[in-house]
């Protein structure tokens, strides 16, 4: 409760910071709802942390994977169905990305294979004609 109040008030210190700068005002209604989103948000970013490291100590990893982050949005059917849809838009965009670079390293290779031959060939004309 005292780390809410506390919160609010540096809130509502801000917000009378922005008011009088930008020669704006605040209802008291407005900062109790920043105050409330601002306390909330801070207590899930804590809960995520938390989760994530209990998740990843259980598994015996270091690393968060996608499927720890639908692990823990599967309650919520619409969250769940956007994080699965982002991570194969971005598992598809890997792909790509992995598919040009091996196209411009083969492209590179094959560049550098054509110059060794044109050499081994200048260099037995050259010979031919000595």
Not at 12 to 31: H, R, Y
Request: overall charge positive.
């Amino acid at each position: 409760q005292r780390l809410k109040a506390a919160v609010h008030y540096t809130v509502g210190c801000l917000c009378q910071d922005v008011a009088e700068d930008k020669d704006v005002q605040f209802s008291k209604q407005s900062i109790a709802a920043i105050s409330e989103i601002t306390f909330r948000q801070c207590g899930t970013e804590v809960y995520f942390k938390g989760y994530f490291l209990i998740l990843c100590r259980h598994a015996k990893r270091s690393t968060v994977t996608t499927e720890d982050v639908k692990l823990l949005a599967r309650r919520s059917t619409s969250l769940l169905k956007y994080i699965t849809q982002k991570s194969e838009e971005i598992t598809s965009n890997n792909m790509v990305q992995k598919e040009k670079k091996k196209k411009k390293s083969s492209a590179a290779k094959e560049g550098r294979a054509a110059g060794e031959q044109e050499a081994a060939v200048t260099e037995s004309e050259d010979s031919n004609v000595a």
